[in-house]
């Protein structure tokens, strides 16, 4: 096992790729549970991940059973968070299906324990996601974002990504409406 992930108390988040991950199978079998218990309570607590009802355990299992798949395949980057030997956050991104689209990708969730906000755990995960991105070439690396959400507003835009959309009121919750805005990183700009 990863020893920045054993040793005890750590001031900076120990991350983790999907290969660390999946060749441990004592990290691998406690990492769904607890990346489950992440999303749903931040879900819960009204974050902007995709789900309005928190997800199950079997909903969560499948996405990330994806995600790995992806990572073999060579169309993803999984990274994951450890403080204090315990898992604070995930991230990914998924390369476009779409012939016309395969040399882009998009970051799809980034998703920190409330526990563990402030201590540089999403700016950890998003950096090493944006360097998986580098290392295979990817040429645009996309991602969208809940207009409300100005901690990852400000998070993005400090590593350089850039605004190129928005549509107005289109992220439905209830009753309530939010921005969905768009950003990118474009690597072919950046020489």
């Known amino acids: 096992m990863n020893p920045a992930i054993?040793?005890?108390?750590?001031?900076?988040?120990?991350?983790?790729?999907?290969?660390?991950l999946t060749s441990d199978p004592e990290l691998e079998a406690r990492f769904a549970e607890s990346a489950h218990q992440i999303l749903a309570d931040l879900v819960s607590g009204g974050a902007a991940l995709g789900w309005v009802e928190p997800p199950s355990r079997d909903e969560v299992a499948e996405l990330l059973g994806h995600v790995v798949s992806a990572v073999q395949a060579g169309d993803a980057a999984l990274r994951v968070a450890y403080l204090d030997r315990r898992l604070v956050g995930l991230g990914y991104w998924l390369r476009y299906a779409r012939p016309t689209h395969r040399p882009h990708a998009d970051l799809e969730k980034i998703?920190?324990?409330?526990?563990?906000?402030?201590?540089?755990?999403?700016?950890a995960l998003t950096a090493a996601l944006i360097a998986d991105a580098r290392e295979v070439a990817i040429e645009v690396l996309?991602?969208?974002?809940?207009?409300?959400?100005?901690?990852?507003?400000?998070?993005?835009?400090?590593?350089?990504?850039?605004?190129?959309g928005r549509l107005p009121g289109f992220v439905a919750v209830g009753d309530r409406r939010y921005d969905k805005v768009f950003y990118m990183l474009d690597f072919r700009q950046q020489g």
């Open 111 to 123: 998703a920190v324990d409330p526990a563990a906000h402030g201590r540089g755990v999403g700016r």
């Open 142 to 164: 996309t991602l969208d974002v809940r207009g409300d959400n100005t901690n990852a507003l400000h998070l993005y835009r400090s590593l350089g990504f850039t605004e190129y």
């Open 6 to 20: 054993t040793s005890g108390v750590t001031a900076e988040p120990a991350i983790v790729d999907a290969m660390e």
